[in-house]
């Protein structure tokens, strides 16, 4: 089945505890991009990357990092967490060739987290 | 900076009522336009609009691109009660080079009532 897949889907840390949340898509897409979905702000770019080993800031990429070794795969790095990256986070991918195939991003299923 | 405005922020209707949504953008280099529903987990992709597909059409739901007044709308006839969700108009823009990035907007929450 085709997909994206993150992990984990909910998360609990507490202040200063680095943390990964990973992302793979099994689709052989291009591009890839983080977002985190806040009550009012709706869904803001994180980071995305083009292709294997070229990533750039979306909107509120303080405080994370990301990288793309792999195609498939595009972790989310949250070095020293805070309180403020508590939200819900969503993975997508899609074709580079999107606007011919009219084929959408694909998201995963969240990861909810929780800096405390 | 990319923006995208929804409108309206919520709205509630009965089974059987017909619903539009609005979204209109500013974007610099305009790619697409997608509309996306999302219930309790992750945004599903409905529809994709593009310069040259400026109107979708799938079973009840349906979308139109005005190129000129920067604005999509997104039609719901014989709204169900499984239609309650949160509506989401993102576009896609050029932001340097073969780069491209997504802007959303706040989302419309859709509340159908039998």
């Known amino acids: 089945e085709a997909q994206v897949t993150q992990n984990p889907r909910y998360l609990i840390t507490v202040t200063g505890k680095k943390l990964t949340v990973t992302c793979s898509q099994n689709m052989n897409h291009e591009y890839m991009s983080w977002y985190r979905q806040d009550p009012g702000l709706g869904l803001r770019q994180i980071y995305y990357s083009m292709n294997v080993e070229v990533t750039d800031k979306g909107d509120v990429p303080e405080g994370y990092k990301v990288s793309r070794k792999e195609k498939r795969n595009f972790p989310l790095i949250l070095e020293s967490p805070s309180p403020n990256q508590t939200s819900l986070y969503f993975c997508?991918?899609?074709?580079?060739?999107?606007?011919?195939?009219?084929?959408?991003?694909?998201f995963g299923s969240g990861t909810r987290l929780t800096v405390v | 900076e990319d923006k995208v405005v929804q409108s309206p922020l919520s709205l509630v209707v009965h089974e059987g009522d017909t619903v539009t949504l609005n979204c209109s953008y500013e974007?610099?280099?305009?790619?697409?336009l997608l509309w996306y529903k999302q219930e309790k987990k992750a945004p599903t992709f409905l529809f994709m609009l593009?310069?040259?597909?400026i109107e979708k059409k799938s079973g009840r739901l349906s979308s139109i691109l005005d190129k000129k007044e920067l604005s999509s709308i997104l039609n719901i006839t014989a709204t169900q009660t499984g239609d309650s969700a949160i509506y989401l108009c993102?576009?896609?823009?050029?932001?340097?080079?073969?780069?491209?990035?997504?802007?959303f907007g706040k989302g419309t929450l859709l509340t159908v009532n039998p």
């Open positions: 974007v610099t280099n305009f790619r697409s």
């Open positions: 993102a576009v896609e823009g050029y932001s340097g080079g073969s780069n491209y990035k997504l802007t």
């Open positions: 997508a991918s899609s074709p580079e060739d999107r606007a011919t195939t009219n084929y959408g991003y694909t």
């Open positions: 593009t310069s040259s597909g």
